[in-house]
C-alpha cells in the first residue's frame, strides 16, 4: 500500500509546486509559483501525523525529531528519484512538515531569466561572488546554474558545501566534490578550512554564516580561487553592511579593506508573481560588477554612492533593482502592485 505522504508528493510533482505544506487541522497546501494553492481534501488530523511523516524518516532522524522537536535533511522519492528537502517541527497543534521539490535537471541561466553576465562571472578565475535574496527567492538555483554553465564549458574542480546537499551535479567537463556540512564535517569551517587542501578551482559556500567563515572564504578568494556563496539580504548596500557587521568592531575596517580587493560582485534577486498562478515568476535583480572605483567606495565606507556607480557601470554589465523594476513594470502579466510598492523605495 502507497504511503499517504507519497500520494501528496505525487501530487505537488504533476502540478509543478515547489512546496508542500502539511499541517494539523488544514489540509494540504501547495506553492505553486509563488502562490499558495490549498487542497480541496480534507483537514488532516493531529493524531495522524507522525504516521504520515515515518516514511520519509530514518531512525536517527526519528529519534531527533522526539528529542529536539524538529529534524531537517533530504528525502529522495523513489517512483521519481526527485530529491525533497523537507523540515518537519512540533507547533501548536503538533506535527507540521513543510517540503521543498529540488528539481531534477539544473535550469540555465537563460531559462532562469537570469542577466547572461553570470556566465561570465563563474568563468573568473578568482575572487568571492555573493548571491544575496530573501528566502525563497531562487538563490539555490541560480547558483546551480552558474555552476553548471561553468561545467559544460570548462575543466574546473568545483567543491560545494551545503547542510543539507540539494543539488546532485552530474559532471560534464568539471569535476565535483561534494560536502554535507553537519553530516560528513562538523560545520563550514572545518567544510572550508578542507577543501583548501583539496585543490579545487571554485569553491561554493551554502551561506556565509559567520565571520570565521566570511574570514575563510576571503582568504579563498585572495588566494586564487572563485568562492561563490549566498546571504539572506537584499541589495548592494545591505550585503555589505550584513558582511562588516559580523565582525568586532575593532576589526571592521580590516574586513571591509579585505572585501574591497577580494569582491568580484553582488547578485540580488527577488521573485515577482504572475497574475495567473499557473504561469512561473519573474526575477527582479540587481547586479553589482565590481571595480576599481567601486573598491575605493567599499574601502572608504561610502556605501550610498555604490548606486551611483553602478548607474555610471551600466555598460560594464551592471543593473540597478530600479532599471530591473522599471522594465517589469512594462509586464501586465506580473502583479503591478508589488512592482510599484519596491518602486516607491527608489523616488
Same mark, same amino acid.
Given at each position: 500500500?502507497?504511503?499517504?505522504?507519497?500520494?501528496?508528493?505525487?501530487?505537488?510533482?504533476?502540478?509543478?509546486?515547489?512546496?508542500?505544506?502539511?499541517?494539523?487541522?488544514?489540509?494540504?497546501?501547495?506553492?505553486?509559483?509563488?502562490?499558495?494553492?490549498?487542497?480541496?481534501?480534507?483537514?488532516?488530523?493531529?493524531?495522524?501525523?507522525?504516521?504520515?511523516?515515518?516514511?520519509?524518516?530514518?531512525?536517527?532522524?526519528?529519534?531527533?525529531?522526539?528529542?529536539?522537536?524538529?529534524?531537517?535533511?533530504?528525502?529522495?522519492?523513489?517512483?521519481?528519484?526527485?530529491?525533497?528537502?523537507?523540515?518537519?517541527?512540533?507547533?501548536?497543534?503538533?506535527?507540521?512538515?513543510?517540503?521543498?521539490?529540488?528539481?531534477?535537471?539544473?535550469?540555465?541561466?537563460?531559462?532562469?531569466?537570469?542577466?547572461?553576465?553570470?556566465?561570465?562571472?563563474?568563468?573568473?578565475?578568482?575572487?568571492?561572488?555573493?548571491?544575496?535574496?530573501?528566502?525563497?527567492?531562487?538563490?539555490?538555483?541560480?547558483?546551480?546554474?552558474?555552476?553548471?554553465?561553468?561545467?559544460?564549458?570548462?575543466?574546473?574542480?568545483?567543491?560545494?558545501?551545503?547542510?543539507?546537499?540539494?543539488?546532485?551535479?552530474?559532471?560534464?567537463?568539471?569535476?565535483?566534490?561534494?560536502?554535507?556540512?553537519?553530516?560528513?564535517?562538523?560545520?563550514?569551517?572545518?567544510?572550508?578550512?578542507?577543501?583548501?587542501?583539496?585543490?579545487?578551482?571554485?569553491?561554493?559556500?551554502?551561506?556565509?554564516?559567520?565571520?570565521?567563515?566570511?574570514?575563510?572564504?576571503?582568504?579563498?578568494?585572495?588566494?586564487?580561487?572563485?568562492?561563490?556563496?549566498?546571504?539572506?539580504?537584499?541589495?548592494? !548596500?545591505?550585503? +555589505?553592511?550584513? *558582511?562588516? @557587521?559580523?565582525?568586532?568592531?575593532?576589526?571592521?575596517?580590516?574586513?571591509? #579593506? /579585505? &572585501?574591497?580587493?577580494?569582491?568580484?560582485?553582488?547578485?540580488?534577486?527577488?521573485?515577482?508573481?504572475?497574475?495567473?498562478?499557473?504561469?512561473?515568476?519573474?526575477? !527582479?535583480?540587481? +547586479?553589482?560588477? *565590481?571595480? @576599481?572605483?567601486?573598491?575605493?567606495?567599499?574601502?572608504?565606507?561610502?556605501? #550610498? /554612492? &555604490?548606486?551611483?556607480?553602478?548607474?555610471?557601470?551600466?555598460?560594464?554589465?551592471?543593473?540597478?533593482?530600479?532599471?530591473?523594476?522599471?522594465?517589469?513594470?512594462?509586464?501586465?502579466? +506580473?502583479?503591478?502592485?508589488?512592482?510599484?510598492?519596491?518602486?516607491?523605495?527608489?523616488?
Amino acid at each position: 500500500m502507497k504511503p499517504e505522504i507519497f500520494e501528496y508528493f505525487e501530487e505537488a510533482l504533476e502540478i509543478g509546486a515547489s512546496d508542500l505544506i502539511l499541517k494539523p487541522g488544514a489540509p494540504p497546501a501547495y506553492r505553486l509559483n509563488k502562490h499558495l494553492i490549498i487542497s480541496e481534501k480534507e483537514a488532516l488530523a493531529p493524531q495522524q501525523m507522525f504516521d504520515i511523516f515515518l516514511p520519509v524518516l530514518d531512525a536517527q532522524q526519528q529519534e531527533e525529531l522526539q528529542s529536539n522537536f524538529n529534524v531537517s535533511s533530504i528525502f529522495v522519492f523513489p517512483d521519481t528519484q526527485t530529491r525533497i528537502r523537507f523540515y518537519i517541527y512540533q507547533q501548536r497543534d503538533g506535527i507540521a512538515g513543510s517540503f521543498r521539490f529540488i528539481p531534477n535537471i539544473i535550469p540555465t541561466i537563460s531559462n532562469l531569466g537570469l542577466p547572461e553576465a553570470l556566465i561570465n562571472v563563474a568563468t573568473m578565475p578568482r575572487g568571492l561572488f555573493l548571491v544575496a535574496g530573501p528566502v525563497c527567492c531562487g538563490k539555490t538555483l541560480t547558483v546551480a546554474s552558474m555552476a553548471q554553465a561553468l561545467n559544460e564549458r570548462f575543466a574546473r574542480h568545483i567543491i560545494t558545501m551545503e547542510n543539507p546537499v540539494e543539488i546532485v551535479y552530474e559532471p560534464k567537463l568539471s569535476v565535483f566534490t561534494q560536502v554535507e556540512v553537519g553530516k560528513v564535517i562538523p560545520t563550514y569551517f572545518d567544510a572550508l578550512t578542507n577543501a583548501l587542501r583539496e585543490d579545487p578551482d571554485v569553491i561554493i559556500i551554502g551561506q556565509l554564516a559567520e565571520a570565521g567563515i566570511v574570514e575563510q572564504a576571503l582568504m579563498a578568494a585572495e588566494t586564487g580561487h572563485l568562492v561563490i556563496s549566498t546571504l539572506p539580504t537584499f541589495g548592494h !548596500a545591505q550585503t +555589505l553592511e550584513h *558582511i562588516i @557587521s559580523m565582525f568586532p568592531p575593532g576589526k571592521q575596517d580590516e574586513a571591509r #579593506n /579585505q &572585501l574591497s580587493l577580494s569582491l568580484i560582485g553582488i547578485f540580488s534577486q527577488m521573485l515577482i508573481p504572475n497574475i495567473d498562478y499557473k504561469q512561473k515568476p519573474t526575477v !527582479a535583480c540587481e +547586479l553589482m560588477l *565590481i571595480n @576599481s572605483g567601486m573598491r575605493n567606495l567599499i574601502r572608504e565606507h561610502k556605501n #550610498n /554612492q &555604490l548606486e551611483t556607480a553602478m548607474i555610471m557601470a551600466r555598460r560594464e554589465g551592471c543593473i540597478t533593482f530600479k532599471d530591473s523594476l522599471e522594465k517589469l513594470k512594462r509586464n501586465e502579466s +506580473l502583479n503591478q502592485n508589488i512592482i510599484s510598492d519596491l518602486l516607491q523605495e527608489y523616488e
